[in-house]
């Protein structure tokens, strides 16, 4: 299983973003932070890698004061890896 999050420290923000890429038709979901992702409210948005760069052209279109950053997630439990992208 692989995936990609995107972290902001205000939930407001999480929410708007998701809000955003479903308008850009991304397709993404609201999700739990992992823990070992520490800079986040509790929630992030989660997409497919294969967006990323639109994610990131998207996301440098407007001003996110609280962005914590992109992780990509690799597998699952005791076995994830978790690397932060920006």
Do not use: W
Not at 10 to 31: D, E, G, M, W
Not at 54 to 74: E, K, P
């Amino acid at each position: 299983m692989e995936y990609m999050i995107i972290v902001f420290r205000a939930r407001s923000h999480t929410i708007n973003f998701a809000n955003l890429l479903q308008s850009y038709k991304v397709p993404c979901q609201i999700v739990n932070t992992p823990r070992k992702v520490n800079v986040s409210c509790g929630i992030s948005v989660k997409f497919d890698s294969m967006y990323l760069k639109s994610v990131q052209s998207i996301l440098a279109r407007r001003y996110f004061d609280t962005f914590g950053g992109i992780y990509q997630i690799i597998g699952q439990g005791l076995n994830q890896r978790i690397i932060k992208i920006k």
